[in-house]
């Protein structure tokens, strides 16, 4: 999975020379935290389709977040009335420009490994492009960690009905989740969804399979014929499972 398929790609930006005050009604609009930075720019157009309409794009600059402003307004009434009124400031003043970026071929957990390491909860997703004679930064989405929980529970099966199948694997060895596919195959019954990733360690121990029934006595049945160590509903722990 890579960034592309979970990144929000329905942007809400300001500009740099955009009013705090203009950014700070698109955030409570919006409900948001952070608002991207941009600048429309026209890309280059090859030779041979110059004759149709020049392509704009965002040009990522950087990311202003609601705690910028609630600096920039507790500045303000700090200094009193000395300084600009924290409304009238432009997003340039106060915005960050480091934010990281990533591609959205970036695999996903690598975007996560950044989130989780650098303690961020948003990453730009942007692409390169020629403009002149220059590589820009062209903003083509955004990723969240709301994104990336939402991409998990998807790839859990959480939004499909269904129930959930635990199966111990000991010493990581993945005969028995082999054989538990195999046999739901048989009974023609769906699998929404597979994983078996560590807890801790290198070693997977359980495998956490979603089946796409309410009805999954003639699996389990057969599971216990075969000494398949399972638990079904609740997650896998020692001395709390059947085969």
Known sequence: MIVRDIMTTKLVTVEPDDTLAHAASLLRQYRFHHLPVTRKIRLAVPQQEESHKAETALQFEGVLTSHDIDMAAALAEKDGASTQPWQEKRVIE????????????????????????????????????????????????????????????????????????????????????????????????????????????????????????????????????????????TPLAEGDIHG
């Open 94 to 233: 106060v915005m960050h420009r480091a934010d990281l970026p990533v591609t959205p071929t970036t695999n996903v957990a690598s975007a996560a490994q950044i989130l989780v390491e650098r303690g961020l909860n948003y990453l730009p997703v942007v692409e390169y492009r020629q403009v002149e004679s220059e590589h820009k930064a062209i903003l083509v989405g955004f990723l969240t960690r709301s994104d990336l929980l939402m991409a998990l529970s998807r790839a859990m099966g959480a939004f499909e009905p269904g129930m959930q199948l635990d199966i111990a694997l000991p010493s990581g060895n993945m005969i028995a989740l082999a054989r538990v596919l195999a046999l739901a195959s048989e009974l023609h019954m769906s699998i929404r969804s597979v994983m078996a990733a560590p807890l801790s360690g290198s070693v997977p121990m359980t495998a956490t399979i979603r089946l796409g029934t309410i009805n999954p006595a003639p699996l389990l049945m057969r599971l216990q014929e075969e000494g398949i160590h399972y638990s079904f509903g």
